[in-house]
């Protein structure tokens, strides 16, 4: 079946360190790809998506590229801040929208 | 915006009694999820159901059920509730398509503690 596999951490970063989650999966047809983020005592949050190949997700400073022929969609920031501490989900969702599945979480904590 | 609500954030039940966990949503989506977060282990999903009256058993339905009798409501049930069933459960909706609203957008959580 479909898998996620990312990095589980924790990653400890200092404030305006560059910052990279890998996340790779498998997937039979043409799932689309997310980062979710969630912050403590909270639930989840859209980060960003993309739908196909090449797509590019963005939003709050992070990106991630749709990268079919390597099967990942690695999450960046060029510049870290504290409040960007918190659990980061990469997951995929099926051609339909029914069938989600979310990696482990990574745990990011920066320090000022 | 979606708005996703659960009943409860934090909820302590003793061994044995039936609980009720539940979900609304006000964005009219067909597909609702339970999901169970614990850690090192992630998001593993309980159930889902894709329609008024619909359901599907996930990953770890064993020691549960649901109810999904309006659209917008989408209810999980411990029949039994055991120690092992203490976690943080998390409700998503989302739309059955692959538009660009093909998002799963979630609730705050419930942190259920069995004792």
């Known amino acids: 079946g479909d898998s996620v596999t990312q990095m589980e951490g924790p990653v400890t970063l200092s404030e305006e360190a560059f910052l990279t989650i890998n996340c790779t999966y498998t997937a039979t047809g043409y799932p689309s790809l997310f980062w979710y983020v969630q912050y403590p005592g909270e639930g989840l949050q859209l980060l960003l998506k993309a739908t196909k190949a090449d797509d590019k997700g963005s939003n709050k400073g992070f990106e991630a590229t749709y990268r079919k022929e390597t099967t990942s969609f690695h999450l960046e920031k060029g510049s870290v801040q504290v409040s960007d501490s918190a659990v980061y989900f990469c997951a995929l969702s099926d051609d339909y929208g029914q069938n989600f599945v979310f990696g482990p979480g990574t745990r990011l904590s920066v320090l000022p | 915006d979606v708005k996703v609500t659960q009943s409860s954030r934090y909820l302590v039940k003793r061994t044995g009694e039936k609980v009720f966990l539940e979900c609304v949503q006000d964005m009219d989506h067909e597909n609702m999820f339970w999901y169970r977060q614990d850690p090192g282990l992630g998001l593993r999903l309980i159930y889902f159901?894709?329609?008024?009256?619909?359901?599907e058993k996930g990953d770890i339905p064993e020691g549960y059920s649901v109810s999904r009798e309006k659209k917008e409501r989408f209810s999980l049930i411990l029949e039994s509730a055991s120690t092992n069933q203490t976690s943080m459960y998390l409700c998503?909706?989302?739309?059955?398509?692959?538009?660009?609203?093909?998002?799963?957008?979630f609730g705050p959580g419930t942190r259920l503690t069995v004792l």
């Open positions: 998503a909706s989302s739309i059955p398509n692959r538009s660009s609203t093909d998002t799963q957008y």
């Open positions: 159901s894709y329609d008024v009256k619909m359901k």
